[in-house]
């Protein structure tokens, strides 16, 4: 079944409006109000609105080439493309590329109107106007993206819940048949939970940053450390005690996945479980040692992980 989506919708509203507005003004090329509105509806309000000033300003400056060049030279091709060569880096310096095309199609009008009056001129700026204007407004409304943003959030937690439980397997067992998928797709998740929480931001004129980007750069960072440690444990062989110890830890951690902050109640029990370690007998061999020293390792990686949290 086809589906219609909400930016199509306010595409085909905004240019059928501005279409007819033009036309119930009485302005000539009235068409090109719905092209203009087409060009500038974005995806962002943000966006929507820098479009809209580099269109209107790049149909201004249109404007002023067009009257330099077809009256100060001659209403032909060559003057159409000796236009460009110096209207094209003007709108490049004044950061307004986004209003070539639409400055195009003004361009076009005074060349095939073969004079420049200020009735045209009037004309030309209404159609900008108008068009600009109604894919501003319709563009006010974008659909809230709370929802997608906590489902995001939820498939993060539970595959980082999923990844802890796997570590917590091998350290009890030294066994492992997991394929690791979860890995992959958490990063992917977290790439498109991360843009979505942009776009909200975007579409929001006073917000720079809200909680939910600021909270999927937080689990970014921590997936990071995660792809250190596992290639850490899965290099551990020999059983000691403190694995079991790490495990029990690991487990309790995953269990508390969650938005809500409790970092600092679980770095405090590392804390302690270093001070543990510290007063238990060194180790007798070298396969315990370099399994103790890989233990602690994994520890400062997961102290760096639980600090990110708690900075949230």
């Given at each position: 079944?086809?589906?219609?989506?909400?930016?199509?919708?306010?595409?085909?509203?905004?240019?059928?409006?501005?279409i007819?507005?033009?036309?119930?003004?009485?302005?000539?090329?009235?068409?090109?109000?719905?092209?203009?509105?087409?060009?500038?509806?974005?995806?962002?309000?943000k966006?929507?609105?820098?479009?809209?000033?580099?269109?209107?300003?790049?149909?201004?400056?249109?404007?002023?080439?067009?009257?330099?060049f077809f009256?100060?030279?001659?209403y032909?091709?060559?003057?159409?493309?000796?236009?460009l060569?110096?209207?094209?880096?003007?709108?490049?310096?004044?950061?307004?590329?986004?209003?070539?095309?639409?400055?195009?199609?003004?361009?076009?009008?005074?060349?095939?109107?073969?004079?420049m009056?200020?009735?045209?001129?009037?004309?030309?700026?209404?159609?900008?106007?108008?068009?600009i204007?109604?894919?501003?407004?319709?563009n006010?409304?974008?659909?809230?993206?709370?929802?997608?943003?906590?489902e995001?959030?939820?498939?993060?937690?539970?595959?980082?819940?999923?990844?802890f439980?796997?570590?917590?397997?091998?350290?009890?067992?030294n066994?492992?048949?997991?394929?690791g998928?979860?890995?992959?797709l958490?990063?992917?998740t977290?790439?498109?939970?991360?843009?979505?929480?942009?776009?909200?931001?975007e579409?929001?004129?006073?917000?720079?940053?809200?909680?939910?980007?600021?909270?999927?750069?937080?689990?970014?960072?921590?997936?990071?450390?995660?792809?250190?440690?596992?290639?850490?444990?899965?290099?551990?062989?020999?059983?000691?005690?403190?694995?079991?110890?790490?495990?029990?830890?690991i487990?309790?951690?995953?269990?508390?996945?969650?938005?809500?902050?409790?970092?600092?109640?679980?770095?405090r029990?590392?804390?302690e479980?270093?001070k543990?370690?510290?007063q238990?007998?060194?180790?007798?061999?070298?396969?315990?040692f370099?399994?103790?020293?890989?233990?602690?390792h994994?520890?400062?990686?997961?102290?760096?992980y639980?600090?990110?949290?708690?900075?949230?």
């Open positions: 079944m086809l589906k219609i989506g909400y930016r199509t919708t306010k595409t085909a509203i905004g240019t059928a409006s501005a007819a507005i033009a036309q119930s003004l009485h302005l000539e090329n009235f068409a090109s109000a719905g092209i203009i509105t087409l060009l500038c509806i974005q995806v962002t309000k966006k929507s609105l820098q479009t809209a000033r580099a269109r209107f300003v790049a149909g201004l400056v249109g404007l002023l080439f067009s009257f330099f009256e100060g030279l001659r032909h091709p060559l003057s159409i493309g000796l236009l060569l110096f209207f094209i880096p003007t709108t490049v310096s004044l950061k307004v590329t986004e209003g070539i095309a639409t400055s195009a199609v003004i361009i076009l009008h005074v060349y095939m109107a073969k004079t009056t200020w009735h045209l001129v009037y004309n030309e700026v209404m159609l900008m106007i108008i068009g204007g109604i894919a501003l407004l319709v006010m409304y974008m659909p809230s993206v709370e929802k997608d943003l906590k995001y959030q939820r498939i993060v937690e539970d595959l980082f819940r999923i990844i439980k796997e570590i917590v397997h091998y350290l009890r067992t066994e492992s048949l997991w394929d998928k979860e890995i992959a958490a990063g992917d977290l790439k498109q939970a991360k843009a979505l929480a942009l776009q909200n931001i579409n929001h004129f006073l917000r720079n940053e809200d909680y939910y980007y600021r909270y999927f750069r937080m689990r970014e960072r921590q997936f990071e450390i995660i792809e250190r440690m596992l290639p850490l444990i899965s290099s551990m062989t020999y059983t000691v005690e403190q694995r079991n110890m790490i495990a029990d830890f487990d309790e951690l995953s269990d508390a996945i969650h938005p809500g902050n409790t970092a600092d109640r679980f770095i029990q590392l804390q479980m270093k543990q370690f510290q238990m007998p060194l180790p007798k061999t070298r396969e315990e370099e399994e103790r020293a890989a233990l602690l994994f520890v400062k990686e997961m102290e760096q639980l600090i990110i949290k708690s900075q949230l």
